[in-house]
T-cell receptor, first 111, second 113 residues
């Protein structure tokens, strides 16, 4: 079972470049999430999607956009990367109020 | 909006000793509470969850947690620590009013030989 798949696993960007992080789940979950993990800060919610076609801002949405393309896919876009966006990004999916399943993470460095 | 506070960013216990990781939550409606574990360079795995019903919840790897509404707490315990328990542990909350999952800052558990 694939579960939650994120691509890429690693990425280095220059300041000002753009990129899209891809996430897909094969568990037919309605809810999908993007988090960033930074040392000492835990996981902070960037954006959340309760169902196909809906998205909602989380705790730290500035500098990011998302797209819930269909029930399976939830992408995160950085339009103009900044060094402050250097982090590990996790995608997750769940049924409402149930356990979340996480991808393996994307380690992003912005130089 | 709901929130979670984990007391202690680092906790060290000796192998065989009691593990206690503290979590307090804030929610205006009955919460759904979770503990996750993260091993180095991996994603998060669910240890246990509380939804409704029995307040003492048993999870995987010998961990358990007790929901105490009066103390707004959901502390994680394990009677006897093992070296393999060394990891980072996250408490998380969600609720019926706002079903986003919000995480605490995490507690790194160190096991001393």
């Amino acid at each position: 079972n694939a579960g939650v798949t994120q691509t890429p696993k690693f990425q280095v960007l220059k300041t000002g470049q753009s990129m899209t992080l891809q996430c897909a789940q094969d568990m037919n979950h309605n809810s999908m999430y993007w988090y960033r993990q930074d040392p000492g800060m835990g996981l902070r919610l960037i954006y959340y999607s309760a169902s196909e076609g809906t998205t909602d801002k989380g705790e730290v949405p500035n500098g990011y956009n998302v797209s819930r393309l269909n029930k399976r896919e939830f992408s995160l876009r950085l339009e103009s990367a900044a060094p402050s966006q250097t982090s590990v990004y996790f995608c997750a999916s769940s049924e409402r109020l149930a356990k979340a399943f996480f991808g393996q993470g994307t380690r992003l460095t912005v130089v | 909006a709901q929130s979670v506070t984990q007391l202690g960013s680092h906790v060290s216990v000796s192998e065989g000793a009691l593990v206690l990781l503290r979590c307090n939550y804030s929610s205006s409606v009955p919460p759904y509470l979770f503990w996750y574990v993260q091993y180095p360079n991996q994603g998060l795995q669910l240890l246990l969850k509380y939804t409704t019903g029995a307040t003492l919840v048993k999870g995987i790897n010998g961990f358990e947690a007790e929901f105490k509404k009066s103390e707004t707490s959901f502390h994680l315990t394990k009677p006897s620590a093992h070296m393999s328990d060394a990891a980072e542990y996250f408490c998380a909350v969600s609720d019926l009013e706002d079903d986003k999952i919000i995480f605490g800052k995490g507690t790194r558990l160190h096991i001393l030989p």
